[in-house]
């Protein structure tokens, strides 16, 4: 399904002549492809939409990333490029949830592990990616887990 989506927006992208969409997805179908091949390597079927959304998540942080670092080193226009290819990459992600949201999956989370302590994080973490992938920010969702199993 997401594959369809960028293919489609690469023709579109092309009929448009609108060069930075264009090259921002052809190198978002070369990274799906590369992770496809990896994964065959592996024995493992082609990805599925949520590992892909965990795949643009990836992409997404990368690029972050470098906005921060292009800002430091006095490049605007190349974090300008980078804000750009992030918008263009989170489109293809669901609508983020909000801190309280995120707040309450956790809650839910622990209550479905039944979790007591810190040695239960990776199962509460395991659930919400089940459920939630492409949806929160897992590093920011891992420190809120830490917190409320914590105190």
Request: charged share 30%.
């Given at each position: 399904?997401?594959?369809?989506?960028?293919?489609?927006?690469?023709?579109?992208?092309?009929?448009?002549?609108?060069?930075?969409?264009?090259?921002?997805?052809?190198?978002?179908?070369?990274?799906?492809?590369?992770?496809?091949?990896?994964?065959?390597?592996?024995?493992?079927?082609?990805?599925?939409?949520?590992?892909?959304?965990?795949?643009?998540?990836?992409?997404?942080?990368?690029?972050?990333?470098?906005?921060?670092?292009?800002?430091?080193?006095?490049?605007?226009?190349?974090?300008?490029?980078?804000?750009?290819?992030?918008?263009?990459?989170?489109?293809?992600?669901?609508?983020?949830?909000?801190?309280?949201?995120?707040?309450?999956?956790?809650?839910?989370?622990?209550?479905?592990?039944g979790a007591a302590g810190m040695k239960d994080m990776g199962k509460v973490i395991g659930v919400l990616r089940a459920k939630f992938a492409g949806q929160m920010d897992f590093?920011?969702?891992?420190?809120?887990?830490?917190?409320?199993?914590?105190?």
């Amino acid at each position: 399904m997401l594959r369809d989506d960028i293919n489609n927006a690469v023709k579109d992208a092309m009929k448009a002549k609108a060069e930075l969409k264009l090259s921002t997805l052809r190198m978002v179908n070369s990274t799906i492809k590369n992770a496809d091949i990896a994964a065959r390597g592996e024995g493992k079927p082609p990805l599925s939409d949520a590992d892909l959304l965990a795949l643009f998540q990836k992409m997404i942080k990368q690029r972050q990333e470098s906005v921060e670092l292009y800002d430091k080193g006095g490049r605007a226009e190349l974090a300008a490029q980078e804000r750009e290819e992030i918008a263009i990459i989170s489109a293809y992600l669901p609508k983020q949830m909000s801190d309280d949201e995120v707040k309450a999956a956790i809650s839910a989370a622990i209550a479905e592990t039944g979790a007591a302590g810190m040695k239960d994080m990776g199962k509460v973490i395991g659930v919400l990616r089940a459920k939630f992938a492409g949806q929160m920010d897992f590093g920011k969702a891992s420190g809120m887990v830490k917190a409320a199993l914590a105190g």
